[in-house]
């Protein structure tokens, strides 16, 4: 007998799954633009392709990276984009600051390298626009020269430097955290000056979709009322969620690999939430909720916060990404699937060597997370039609919640289905019913302990590994997760089939 069941509700689809919910972050900040993506045209130690590092952009290229935010973060209130085009030579080199730190900063990683790393990566871009120093017109002098076909001063600029062609970035962001690093405001101050920036936005490029800063429920809800009838201006609600509770990075005890798990499932009622406050105080539901920051901040990594640990000194926002980081990714994805309809993008923060990242580096060597590889288990269900999934019987955590949790999507090749199994110590022997009869094949993310990570002298402790997936009958299946364990289960109608969404 299996101890778990599964109930597939094919019957009844949540929507689909928008690859912008896989988007990621790059800010200038600590190691991850520069250094990490970017080590600039003349880097001889490093290979790179036009300057970007080699061996990331080939790490990113197969995740993927639908969606990539840049410059900031807090960075982009500071930011000015004019300082990143033209000459690389001829750029002026400011005071680039973020979160505390301070670099000098040449800005050779600017609008047009950003946008090149997008189209090699095969990313869509969005750019959070500066409002705490900028001005509307810069703002605006910055989407013209992205997006207009006109020929115009700027346009000829952009053209003279290398891109005749508009880039036709879509989503905008009017400033970034502005309750706090963006420039202090409160919710009704922010909407008056919002409401500046994205009526002029409008007549730049009426196409480009705009995303306004949020924070919580009081202050989401005194943003759109401040708003009122020109909240139509809107077309993104940007949220931000860090887990900060668990503890050591990787030194953490098995209450507090509950604790942060349990912070990254809570995710998901914040992200509804705050879609409730949007329909309640817009009536309806067209403005999308945009998880633009969210994951993993371990307290090494921060000066501010929970955690009664020795800070990193200095602070480099840098952490060890364990097993359980990965487990408490993909429990994220799982509340992002079921709230599809809502959330409308999502990013992890940030993309290389800082906070919750994928893709770590050192000098010349690179290696890969555990939530680099959960995210590669959830490849399959970019694009895909979620479905829900009832959870029947099996063994509980402490919070009474239950061990194994999924989320499974339909597309075009089959079934996927993402299994997680949280018990710190227990096995579960999973039974999934009501899929489709077909061919099945599993991969299957664990270590010997949640604590496990990779680094720089053993890149491959935590890797993927074939998990076997027995037939149980008509359309059921069985799988045997190990304690603290991720999995993914295609089951496809034809064999050997490449997966298609
Ligand atoms: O991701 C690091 C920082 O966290 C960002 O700059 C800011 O938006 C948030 O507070």
Redesign the pocket.
């Known amino acids: 007998m299996p101890d778990t069941t599964l109930v597939l509700r094919a019957d009844d689809p949540i929507g689909t799954i928008s690859p912008r919910l896989y988007g990621h ?1 790059a ?1 200038h ?1 600590g190691r991850c633009c520069y250094g990490g993506l970017w080590v600039g045209t003349s880097s001889a130690d490093i290979p790179h392709h036009e300057g970007f590092r080699s061996d990331v952009l080939e790490a990113l290229r197969a995740l993927p990276v639908p969606l990539l935010r840049w410059p ?4 982009a209130d500071h930011y000015h984009w004019r300082d990143g085009i033209g000459p690389a030579d001829g750029r002026p080199r400011r005071l680039g600051m ?2 505390g730190l301070q670099v000098e900063d040449d800005n050779s990683l600017g609008t047009h390298e950003f946008l090149r790393l997008c189209s090699l990566l095969g990313a869509e871009p969005y750019l959070a626009g500066n409002v705490g120093t900028g001005t509307p017109q810069e703002l605006c002098d910055w989407l013209e020269y992205c997006n207009s076909a006109l020929d115009t001063t700027l346009t000829r600029m952009r053209a003279a430097n290398g891109s005749p062609a508009p880039f036709g970035v879509r989503l905008w962001g009017v400033g ?2 502005n309750w ?2 963006g420039g202090n405001f409160d919710a009704a101050s922010y909407a008056r000056e919002y409401r500046r920036y994205a009526t002029m936005l409008r007549h730049v490029d009426p196409t480009a979709e705009l995303v306004a800063c949020g924070l919580d429920d009081d202050w989401n809800t005194e943003f759109l009322r401040t708003l009122g009838k020109h909240v139509d201006l809107v077309d993104h609600l940007s949220i ?1 969620r860090y887990w900060t509770h668990g503890g050591p990075e990787t030194e953490f005890d098995e209450a507090e690999y509950y604790a942060l798990l349990a912070e990254a499932a809570a995710t998901e009622a914040f992200i509804v939430r705050t879609a409730q406050i949007i329909r309640e105080t817009t009536g309806g539901q067209r403005i999308g909720v945009a998880l633009d ?1 969210w994951g993993v901040w371990h307290p090494e990594a921060r000066p501010w916060g929970p955690g009664d640990v020795p800070r990193r000194a200095p602070v480099t ?1 840098e952490q060890a990404g364990t097993l359980r980081d990965a487990l408490a990714a993909a429990i994220a994805l799982e509340g992002f699937h079921r709230q599809c309809s809502v959330l409308r993008l999502a990013n992890l ?2 993309i290389v060597n ?2 919750h990242a994928p893709v770590m580096t050192e000098g010349a060597r690179m290696w890969l997370t555990p939530t680099y590889h959960a995210l590669r288990l959830h490849a399959p269900h970019l694009g895909a039609t979620a479905l829900p999934v009832e959870v029947g019987q099996g063994h509980s955590l402490p919070d009474g919640s239950s061990a194994v949790s999924a989320t499974a999507s339909r597309g075009n090749s089959g079934l996927a289905i993402t299994l997680i199994n949280r018990h710190f110590s227990r096995a579960a022997d999973v039974r999934i019913d009501d899929a489709i009869a077909g061919y099945a094949d599993g991969q299957l993310l664990t270590a010997s302990a949640p604590r496990a990570a990779n680094s720089a002298n053993q890149p491959d402790l935590v890797v993927p590994a074939a998990l076997a997936v027995h037939a149980d009958g008509p359309g059921r299946w069985r799988v045997e997760l190990p304690p603290h364990s991720l999995a993914t289960v295609l089951i496809r109608r034809a064999p050997s089939e490449p997966w298609h969404r």
Not at 72 to 75: L, Q, R, V
């Open positions: 972050f800010e900040l900031g973060g807090c960075y973020s979160c970034n955290e706090g690093c931000h920051e926002y923060a940030q800082v906070l």
